[in-house]
């Protein structure tokens, strides 16, 4: 027996057979907020007008981030940063909202208080606004560099932000570390083997371009995952160097709660537990190498944490917001970021609620421990005791009794000891269908950050050393 | 071309690539390195002390029937001294557990365990197949989890037992992480990654085989030849679970370490103190004793639903207004027997164990 089409199913009365459509929308088609209009848009069952959708989201943003502004965390009458303002422009929907809402709240006559006149707050809270977008196109050969488009659309829209270019060979690349009042680094360049032990060896003396660098990098890193997540890991880091060159207090990132959510996931799914508070925001404190005086922390925030992808896109829609960035990295289908993309999203479908729950839910969460440092690699803090753990659940070896690292292995023998738990899965974890290539256990250079890092552990051992008892002094 | 020596002994050729580390390791590796993984659990955790009795959680199904001859032969090989039970629980589902306990009792026969089978028939007076006749398909994954949780906890009690393990694997726990982060469950997200879970009014539950991959138990039983019953449940699996389950498999297929990486994320954070403080109260289930986050446990309002011909009164809370809307419970309502801690260590008087 077949279907039948709609006309045949119709009953005999005329009555219609089909299944009504369940409403998008839980009660009336009116606006919640001004009850007169009618509705334009429905976010999570509640219906929305265009005129009060707008304030909706300004609002959205504010409070995602005005409490923020001021070190001690709470809110005040007066705004007042300590430094600059930082935002990172992926070119994307989400950081194309955030610059917009930016200029219309802090930097724009439009934002007037009908009582008091002009909103003094627009003056600008943060007194220099960076703009820096960060070119990966690098890491693929056929994606194509956006800079230049990304240059046009900044100066032309905001003209007053200044525009900072950053490519991501520049985490390779000694003249950029200078550039940014990066720190000392070690005068030979330092290599990690991308075996399971992360041998650190020393290049040769001939070193390749930081292009190169980076290249190799990406070729010798195991999985498509690593290869997502290193390209994250690399530009927040980068913006945050760049934040501090520019004397920012403040970095701001366009991610949505969407974003957020599939952040939060991938993370979780990556080993990442640790630092899932970091997720959605950070108080990043410039390593001990690059103190230039007074150092302070620079706070990472999301302010569009709250807003979902589909208000993004709404948002920009109706402001007429052209979106730049196309970019799609190529062959990341089978990545942890991107297979949780495509499951979240499936999943909000069925279950709307699905992307605030879990950026609720991870709200409720700290790490267990006090962080041992910070990883050399993502910056971010640093879980004692990963080498026990992780020998206690998987035996590598029959001869291996306990796992030996000591302050006496450091610098020089391995660079594990300095990497959190996400960072390690990043360089050793290997695919199910990965099998020996030559690239396998490459030795790849390390970011400039890791070597200044690297220096930092060996002046640390060279402090101590004439307390370390070898093993001929037993 | 030359074998593929072993990436542990060097000796003998590999015949298997381990998913937990993808090393390629020979057979006898593989029995090692997976035992000896599982011992390590216990005693890192100090699970068992000499004389403790241990129930084994046993579905007949891959999971306990590895657990309940590693347990045994780690009882043996490094002298635990403790007492080994195997307790299933029938469900009433006709066609799949009546099989599956079919396997559990040449269990009993092959690892010399005496055996104790507990029905919810006898329990709760209700088979899941009487259960899935009255609600459908839908949900019926709902009663039967809160019904095997009691089940076990009043079968231990009835063996007199210190102890329960069951075989819940590390993709088990990975999932639970998962799902609980999705569906905001900030309770159990607290406590999923626990190896141990004991409260002042429950019997010990751990979990031995955390870390170990459901893939190597699969190739445990499958290289030992271990007799165990392989079929999926007839009544549909949970669909949140499902949804999760499959989304874990894809992860494991793009980096098998997703499994053990999640569960490290797991044990990594911990609920916020003052949100801990918001959460309810555990306290003793009126009509049954067993212990509760309400005034009645999941099981007895489930059960009253049912009883009274309105089973969503147990899964949503509108369901359950209208219940009590319609006045107080019948007298005469079946309920379940008042649950009572076992009395203490030595065998209990009153065991009916099945050595059929």
Redesign the interface.
């Known amino acids: 027996m077949s279907c039948g089409t709609a006309a045949e199913i119709e009953g005999a009365r005329g009555e219609s057979m089909l299944m009504t459509k369940k409403p998008k929308h839980d009660r009336s088609n009116a606006c919640v907020k001004c009850k007169e209009n009618g509705g334009n848009i429905v976010i999570r069952h509640v219906v929305y007008c265009k005129s009060c959708f707008d304030p909706f989201v300004k609002h959205k943003f504010k409070k995602g981030l005005e409490p923020f502004i001021n070190v001690s965390g709470q809110k005040k009458a007066v705004l007042k940063p300590w430094g600059n303002l930082t935002i990172g422009f992926s070119g994307g929907l989400g950081s194309t909202v955030l610059l917009d809402l930016v200029k219309r709240c802090y930097y724009s006559s439009e934002e007037v208080d009908e009582k008091k006149g002009n909103n003094p707050r627009n003056d600008g809270i943060w007194k220099k606004v960076t703009v820096c977008f960060v070119d990966v196109s690098e890491v693929y050969p056929e994606a194509l560099d956006e800079t230049s488009q990304v240059a046009q659309y900044i100066q032309g829209s905001y003209p007053t932000f200044k525009f900072v270019p950053v490519r991501l060979s520049d985490a390779f690349d000694k003249r950029w570390w200078k550039a940014v009042r990066g720190g000392p680094l070690t005068t030979s360049d330092f290599g990690v083997q991308l075996d399971p032990d992360l041998a650190l060896r020393i290049l040769d003396a001939s070193s390749p371009t930081p292009l190169e660098s980076l290249q190799t990098y990406f070729r010798s890193l195991p999985t498509q995952t690593a290869a997502h997540s290193s390209i994250q890991t690399l530009v927040r880091v980068l913006l945050l160097h760049v934040a501090r060159s520019t004397d920012s207090s403040h970095l701001l990132l366009g991610t949505s709660l969407t974003s957020l959510a599939i952040s939060l996931i991938s993370g979780i799914s990556q080993g990442g537990g640790y630092n899932v508070r970091e997720e959605a925001q950070e108080d990043w404190m410039p390593p001990p190498t690059l103190k230039e005086g007074k150092e302070r922390a620079i706070r990472l925030v999301r302010p569009l944490r709250d807003v979902g992808v589909k208000e993004c896109e709404i948002y920009a829609w109706w402001r007429e917001l052209k979106v730049v960035g196309k970019h799609k990295w190529p062959g990341g289908g089978q990545s942890i970021a991107s297979l949780t993309k495509e499951f979240i999203l499936g999943l909000e479908k069925d279950y709307p609620s699905t992307v605030s729950t879990i950026t609720r839910t991870c709200a409720k969460l700290v790490s267990k421990d006090q962080p041992s440092g910070t990883c050399s690699i993502c910056q971010r803090p640093l879980q004692g005791g990963l080498d026990t753990w992780k020998s206690q659940i998987s035996i590598r070896s029959l001869t291996e009794v306990t796992p030996a690292r000591s302050v006496q292995d450091l610098p020089l023998s391995s660079l594990t000891p300095l990497l959190c738990y996400s960072c390690q899965g990043t360089l050793t974890s290997r695919s199910s269908k990965s099998v020996s290539t030559a690239e396998n256990g490459a030795t790849v250079s390390l970011p400039v950050w890791t070597q200044a890092k690297l220096l930092d552990q060996e002046a640390m051992k060279g402090e101590i050393e004439e307390f370390l008892l070898s093993d001929e002094d037993e | 071309m030359a074998p593929k020596l072993c990436a ?2 060097a000796k003998s050729r590999a015949i298997l ?1 381990r ?5 390629q390791i020979c057979k006898e ?1 593989f029995f ?2 997976f035992e ?2 599982v011992h ?2 216990i005693t ?1 955790s100090q699970l068992f002390k000499p004389g403790d009795r241990v129930a084994i959680g046993a579905s007949g199904g891959k999971d306990s029937t590895v657990l309940a001859y590693v347990m045994k032969t780690l009882n043996e090989r490094y002298d635990y001294g403790v007492h080994l039970y195997l307790l299933s629980i029938d469900e009433g589902i006709t066609g799949y557990r009546d099989d599956s306990l079919e396997t559990v009792k040449r269990n009993q026969q092959q690892y010399s365990m005496p055996l104790k089978i507990l029905s919810y028939n006898d329990l709760y007076g209700w088979t899941m197949d009487a259960v899935v006749a009255q609600i459908g398909k839908k949900n019926n994954c709902t009663f039967c989890g809160v019904f095997r949780r009691q089940a076990l906890d009043r079968g231990a009690a009835m063996l007199n037992v210190d102890h329960i393990v069951t075989g819940h694997n590390a993709d088990d726990i990975a999932e639970t ?2 799902m ?5 469950d ?1 309770a159990r ?1 607290g406590r999923c990654t626990s190896i141990c879970t004991q409260g002042e009014d429950t019997i010990k539950r751990s979990k031995p085989f955390k ?1 170990a991959y459901e893939k190597e138990i699969v190739m445990y039983a499958y290289f030992k030849k271990l007799d165990y019953f392989s079929t999926e449940c007839i009544y549909s699996p949970d669909a ?1 679970r499902g ?1 999760a389950r499959a ?1 874990l498999k ?9 499994i ?3 569960i ?9 103190e003052e ?1 801990k403080a918001t959460q309810k109260a555990q306290q003793t289930c009126k009509r049954c004793g067993y212990m509760s986050s309400n005034e009645l446990c999941k099981a007895c309002s489930l059960l009253e639903g049912l009883e009274r011909g309105a089973a969503a009164a147990g899964v949503t809370d509108r369901a359950r207004k209208k219940l009590d809307a319609e006045g107080p419970v019948p007298e005469g309502l079946r309920t379940i027997p008042y649950f009572q801690m076992p009395s203490g260590p030595g065998p209990s008087t009153t065991i009916q164990i099945d050595t059929s």
Do not use: W
């Not at chain 2, 998913?19 to 090393?23: C, E, L, R």
């Not at chain 2, 609980?180 to 905001?184: A, I, K, S, Y």
């Not at chain 2, 894809?250 to 997703?258: G, K, M, T, V």
């Not at chain 2, 490290?264 to 916020?272: L, T």
């Open positions: 542990l002994c690539k998913p937990k580390t993808g090393q590796c090692y390195v000896t993984e390590n659990t890192q992480v998962l609980n982060v999705m569906r905001g900030i997200l870390y949140y949804h989304f894809d992860l494991e297929a793009a980096r098998p370490s997703a053990i990486d999640i490290h994320s797991g044990e990594a954070f911990a609920v916020k949100v």
